[in-house]
């Protein structure tokens, strides 16, 4: 598709005030010029803002009161009550407020110059783990960014849109659903692999996704390691351990997968060249946020705000139907019993921004 002269100016002018965005100071320990022209998110319900609306699947979050406490309480499918940490973020990049996800056929323009997610609820960097509820696998929303990369270069034209994409920050966070909805709930993975091996199955499929976005343009990334899964409510309940504490052998998981997560990112840096790609640790900082509420003004990690918040996730469960979801989520570290509120998130995200995000600046 081609474009006129006067829509083409139009939108390397918005282009050109993306960067100027893009450059305003950041507050920290120093004031930082970020150049950074985009965001690009990929992975799981963490980081999905509505992708899932758009594919026949019921692991959706597109019903109140998801959303409760979005702009105009809408119900965007996030699974959250209002913003996720990658909105957070982008914000802090001097980006825009709201990361959009890739398959709203609604997309505007500006969205396309500034970053978008590719993520998918529910899903892994195991193909097994997104059948499970008829997702989109991490290495398909890679393909999906080969959809953007042309719809920008047609845009913009291939210098520009080459521009965009070497200078915008690529973040992915996955894996979790890959150990609690795959392999510690079905019998086909664990019959063939031990929790070792599987680590490093899912560790090979993470440097595949790099290595192809990498190929795609891509220079800058951040690699999330896995939270303290065994602390969501829904495991605790699940295991009945409400009262005693998180499910160990989960939270052993994630500490092992992520210390192989580390050694590959240090391979990473050495392997390809011009990369800039950083380890980013959510374990401990998240860990302590549970295990210490008070100290960051929640009143309870034990439970989400959504109904009990012991069970409840998605649209089945936690739903206007749902009887006693509270009025006020800011005391809850987690909105329903898997995913955290708009303010956990809000703190956590600016923890990651001063940490590992500027480290790519």
Request: negative net charge; glycine residues 8%; hydrophobic residues 35%.
């Amino acid at each position: 598709m081609g474009y006129t002269n006067g829509s083409l100016y139009v939108s390397l002018v918005m282009l050109c005030s993306t960067f100027v965005s893009a450059g305003k100071a950041i507050e920290g320990k120093d004031s930082v010029k970020a150049k950074v022209s985009a965001l690009f998110t990929f992975g799981d319900s963490i980081v999905d803002p509505g992708n899932n609306n758009f594919i026949p699947t019921l692991a959706r979050a597109n019903t109140p009161p998801y959303g409760q406490d979005f702009i105009d309480g809408k119900a965007t499918g996030r699974f959250c009550n209002g913003k996720l940490s990658t909105d957070f973020i982008s914000a802090e990049l001097g980006l825009k407020d709201t990361v959009p996800p890739f398959l709203d056929p609604k997309l505007s323009t500006q969205d396309l110059l500034t970053g978008v997610s590719f993520a998918s609820a529910g899903t892994g960097f195991d193909n097994l783990t997104a059948e499970v509820v008829s997702v989109i696998p991490v290495l398909k929303q890679v393909e999906y960014f080969k959809e953007y990369k042309a719809r920008l270069t047609d845009l913009v034209g291939e210098e520009n849109s080459s521009y965009i994409i070497r200078e915008a920050i690529f973040l992915s966070i996955a894996g979790s659903n890959d150990f609690l909805e795959n392999y510690y709930s079905l019998p086909n993975r664990r019959a063939h692999f031990s929790v070792e091996q599987y680590e490093d199955f899912l560790l090979n499929i993470y440097v595949t996704f790099i290595e192809d976005l990498y190929r795609l343009g891509g220079r800058k990334f951040g690699m999330y390691g896995l939270p303290p899964m065994g602390c969501v409510p829904l495991e605790r309940s699940l295991y009945g351990q409400l009262s005693s504490g998180c499910v160990e052998i989960y939270n052993q998981a994630a500490l092992s997968y992520n210390a192989q997560l580390m050694s590959t990112v240090s391979k990473l840096k050495t392997r390809l060249p011009g990369i800039k790609v950083v380890y980013v640790d959510i374990y401990y900082s998240s860990l302590d946020i549970i295990e210490n509420p008070s100290k960051y003004g929640f009143e309870t990690s034990s439970r989400g705000c959504c109904g009990t918040g012991l069970v409840e996730t998605g649209i089945i469960t936690c739903n206007l139907k749902t009887p006693v979801t509270c009025s006020d989520s800011d005391k809850f570290v987690f909105w329903d019993s898997v995913h955290p509120t708009q303010r956990a998130y809000q703190i956590t995200a600016h923890q990651v921004f001063v940490k590992y995000i500027s480290k790519l600046l």
